[in-house]
Structures are given as C-alpha cells and as structure tokens.
C-alpha cells in the first residue's frame, strides 16, 4: 500500500516556463514533507521541505505547496533551468516514538526542453 | 563539508559471490540507512540503525543482511548475490530524532551489476 504517490513517472517542460512535480499521500500523521533532487549515478540531495501546519513554503526558484485536506503536494520551480532536469523524489516524515522515518514516492523525471 | 561516502562507484560481482557494500559517515549522525534505487520503484528500505549492533528490516530486506559495529560505518551483505540484486544501492544518515525538516543526507550511491 503506497502511502507516498507520485503519478507523472515523467514531465517535459520548457526552458524559462514553470515545473510543477505533484505529490499524494495517505496518511494523515505525516508532520513534514520533503522534496530532494536526484541526478544520474549522484545519490540524492535535499532540496525543501514543509511542515504540515504550513500551507507554503518559498525558497528561491523553489516553492512547495501543502493542501492538507486534499492530502496533496506540490512542487514549483520558476523559471525552469536546464540543470533542474533530473529526478525528483518526494518524500513524507513519519514520526516513529523519538524518531522518524521518511517514506517515499516512486520519482519523477523531470526534463527541461531548450 | 559534512559527508557519507560510499567505499565503491561501480561493482561487477558474479552470482553466488558474498559481496560487502560499505558506508561511513562523519557527522556522528545516529540513524543510518540502506536503500536500493530501481526505475519506477522508487528508493526502497533494506535495512536500518538506529545505534550501534542495533538493526531494524525495512521493506525490502530478504537476500541481505547488515552490520553496524562503529557508530560512523554501516555495512550491507549480499549473502550470495543474484541477478535479481543488480541496483544503485544508496546509503544514507540522519540525527536521531532530528526535527524531520532536515531529513537525509545520502552518499553518491554504488551501482552493482551481478552477472
């Protein structure tokens, strides 16, 4: 049962125009959410994260919206820059008595078009 | 500039042979953990540590095992590698009950091949 979906194995988006990279999930005890960034044969890197009782939160080209009644995320990149072509993982925390653990979503590969 | 490296890039291993896939970490993090990467599956938990000998399974941990002797280094097994194992392997670290804004910090992963 996958509590983390990302349902666009792939998105193609041109150069200077918004990303938008999509995220569900299940499970409504998840307090941050997380979004990291995976090139070819390089381990993933992390790139913004959200608490739940945030809505919103903006760091540079790079903004993640959280609507928890729809139990939806989402990831923006403006403008898109071809170094964001990669993989981009979402990922959910799930408290664990004093510690966590990060459930993830299947990816998606974003590809920025020239 | 804090780091977990992975002791190998690329690995050719044949079936049946034990295989040894290393992981160290410098920022006295307690959690560490091993996943594999396939396309379309995602990251997939094997194994994890929270503290030294100590080990939990995650999804995935059939055809594995772990070993946590130092607090800095985490290692995976292949028992007998099969075909079925070929995969970027990914390790990773975090601070015990860390406020989860932070999450993980992987190494550069070790893609193995089992021919």
């Known amino acids: 049962d996958q509590q983390v979906k990302q349902n666009s194995p792939s998105l193609s988006v041109q150069e200077g125009r918004i990303s938008i990279l999509n995220c569900d999930y299940t499970?409504?005890?998840?307090?941050?959410f997380l979004w990291y960034k995976k090139y070819p044969a390089e381990g993933p890197t992390f790139l913004i994260s959200?608490?739940?009782i945030k809505d919103k939160n903006e760091d540079g080209r790079f903004t993640v919206f959280l609507n928890k009644s729809a139990k939806h995320l989402s990831l923006h990149i403006v403008p898109s820059q071809p170094g964001d072509s990669a993989v981009y993982f979402c990922?959910?925390?799930?408290?664990?008595?004093?510690?966590?653990?990060?459930?993830w979503g299947a990816g998606t590969k974003l590809i920025i078009k020239p | 500039d804090v780091k977990v490296t992975q002791s190998s890039r690329y690995l050719v291993k044949r079936t049946g042979e034990k295989v040894f896939l290393e992981c160290v970490q410098d920022?006295?993090?307690?959690?560490m953990f091993w996943y594999r990467q396939d396309p379309g599956l995602g990251l997939r938990l094997i194994y994890f540590?929270?503290?030294?000998?100590?080990?939990e399974k995650g999804d995935i941990p059939e055809g594995y095992s772990v070993s946590r002797e130092k607090k800095e280094r985490f290692s995976l097994i292949l028992e007998s590698a099969s075909t079925n194992q070929t995969s970027m392997y990914l390790c990773?670290?975090?601070?015990?009950?860390?406020?989860?804004?932070?999450?993980?910090?992987f190494g550069s992963g070790t893609r193995l091949t089992v021919v």
């Open positions: 990773a670290s975090s601070i015990l009950g860390q406020p989860s804004q932070y999450g993980y910090t």
């Open positions: 959200i608490s739940s």
């Open positions: 920022m006295d993090h307690e959690n």
């Open positions: 990922a959910a925390s799930a408290p664990m008595d004093s510690n966590y653990q990060l459930i």
């Open positions: 499970n409504s005890m998840f307090d941050y």
């Open positions: 540590s929270y503290d030294v000998k100590m080990k």
